[in-house]
């Protein structure tokens, strides 16, 4: 697994409050991996399981998100600025019905609708 694919999956894992704590984390050494509990880093747990309506909401915006980067892996190009295609995406994600989940959050607000 990619550091990148790293950072996604602990971002789904832990509550951190901003990238670097979370960078720490994934750069330190491993918790070494043995048959005891001994040195082995406990995950956190899920303690509900997700509610039909939950999984429809999840499918739903899975299903948008997809649908929306490939739009943006086809416009792709040289030439095309980061600014073009994000302006693809948040006119996608309105059309849809959708807010950008990026845009405007943080210290300082997000400026765009894709990272």
């Known amino acids: 697994m990619t550091q990148s694919q790293q950072i996604i999956a602990a971002q789904n894992l832990f509550p951190f ?3 670097e704590n979370l960078t ?3 750069t330190q050494e491993k918790p070494r991996v043995s048959n005891s509990n001994e040195g082995v880093m406990p995950l956190p747990v899920n303690n509900y399981l997700k509610t039909p309506d939950e999984i429809k909401k999840m499918r739903t915006s899975g299903r948008m998100v997809a649908e929306i980067l490939q739009m943006l892996r086809e416009a792709v ?3 095309v600025s980061t600014a073009e ?3 693809i995406a948040e006119r996608e994600i309105r059309r849809r019905g959708a807010a950008p989940a ?3 959050y943080g210290d300082p607000p ?3 609708s894709i990272r």
């Open 17 to 19: 409050s901003n990238i």
């Open 77 to 79: 190009r040289p030439g």
């Open 85 to 87: 295609l994000d302006a």
């Open 24 to 26: 720490d984390l994934l």
């Open 110 to 112: 997000f400026p765009g």
């Open 102 to 104: 990026f845009k405007g």
